[in-house]
C-alpha cells in the first residue's frame, strides 16, 4: 500500500502543500506541478502577470500559478471541457483569476502581445515540435515576456527504441526528445532568447512514484491501467532512456 504522503517531496516544497488525491484525480500524465515547480525555477513572474497555460489538461497548473504567484491565468485545453475545469477552479478558489478557454495551440484566439508568459506543461511536445511553432506562439507574448515549457523526453535521441523497450513504446514517443534537441529546435534566428535548457533533477525517479502511486490510488479505471503500464516501462528502462526537459527563452 502506498503512503500518499510520499508524494509530498521536499525539493518540491511548493507542491507538497497540495492534497495528493487531489492531484491524482486530476492524472493525465507525469505530475504535472512537479514538472511546473522545477521550470518556475527559471522563469520568473510576477503578482498580476498575464500567463498563458497552453495544454493545461484538468487544470492542476493554473490553479498552482494563480494561487502561488498571484497571476491571472489562461488555462487553454482542447480536450477538457472549460465547464469542468471551472467546476474545478472554483473548488480551488481561484476562479476569479483562473479563466477556462476551449483552444487549439494552432489557433489562438488571443492579442498580439498580451501575455506576460506563455508556460505548457506536458503538452508543448505534441504541437511544438513543428519548426514553425515557436514562431507562431512568440507574437502571443510580449516583448521581454517569457516562454517555458517542461515536457517528457529522451537523454539522448532516439531513432529506433532499444530492444528492452520495444514492448512499452508507443508510436507517441516519435515526439519525445532531448535537451539539446529542444536548444537547437529554439535558437533558430529571429525567434526567442534561450535562457535555461536542462533536464528537470530526478524527474524519471518522481514519474514512477507518481505513477505508482497513480495505478493504486486512481479513480480512474482508464488511469490505473495506464499508470500501471508506465511503471512497467521505466523499471524495464532502469533510467538509461528517459528525461524531461525543460526549457525557458525570453521573447
Not at 500559478?65 to 477552479?89: M, S
Not at 506562439?137 to 515576456?145: C, E, H, I, S, T
Not at 536542462?198 to 514512477?208: D, F, L, Q, S, T
Request: charged share 25%; glycine share 6%.
Amino acid at each position: 500500500m502506498i503512503d500518499l504522503d510520499s508524494l509530498r517531496l521536499p525539493d518540491h516544497p511548493r507542491s507538497a502543500q497540495y492534497d495528493p488525491t487531489w492531484m491524482i484525480d486530476g492524472c493525465m500524465g507525469p505530475n504535472p506541478l512537479w514538472l511546473l515547480e522545477d521550470l518556475l525555477a527559471d522563469l520568473p513572474l510576477r503578482t498580476g502577470d498575464r500567463v498563458l497555460d497552453l495544454g493545461c489538461g484538468q487544470g492542476l497548473t493554473s490553479v498552482f500559478l494563480a494561487r502561488e504567484y498571484g497571476v491571472q491565468v489562461f488555462a487553454c485545453d482542447l480536450w477538457v471541457k472549460p465547464t469542468e475545469n471551472l467546476r474545478r477552479f472554483t473548488e480551488a478558489g481561484v476562479d476569479d483569476r483562473a479563466f477556462p478557454i476551449h483552444a487549439e495551440a494552432r489557433d489562438l484566439k488571443f492579442a498580439k502581445g498580451y501575455f506576460d508568459a506563455a508556460i505548457s506543461v506536458d503538452s508543448y511536445q505534441y504541437f511544438g515540435t513543428d519548426a514553425l511553432y515557436l514562431s507562431y506562439l512568440a507574437p502571443f507574448v510580449r516583448k521581454g515576456g517569457y516562454i517555458g515549457i517542461a515536457v517528457p523526453g529522451v537523454q539522448r535521441e532516439v531513432d529506433t527504441p532499444p530492444e528492452w523497450l520495444v514492448p512499452h513504446w508507443e508510436h507517441d514517443f516519435a515526439v519525445f526528445h532531448s535537451a539539446e534537441w529542444w536548444e537547437t529546435h529554439w535558437t533558430r534566428p529571429g525567434q526567442v532568447e534561450v535562457l535555461s535548457v536542462k533536464e528537470a533533477p530526478n524527474a524519471v525517479e518522481n514519474w514512477r512514484t507518481w505513477s505508482a502511486a497513480c495505478a493504486e490510488h486512481a479513480k480512474s479505471d482508464f488511469v490505473r491501467k495506464m499508470s500501471a503500464q508506465t511503471v512497467a516501462m521505466l523499471d524495464a528502462d532502469a533510467g538509461r532512456t528517459f528525461a524531461f526537459p525543460l526549457v525557458v527563452a525570453r521573447v
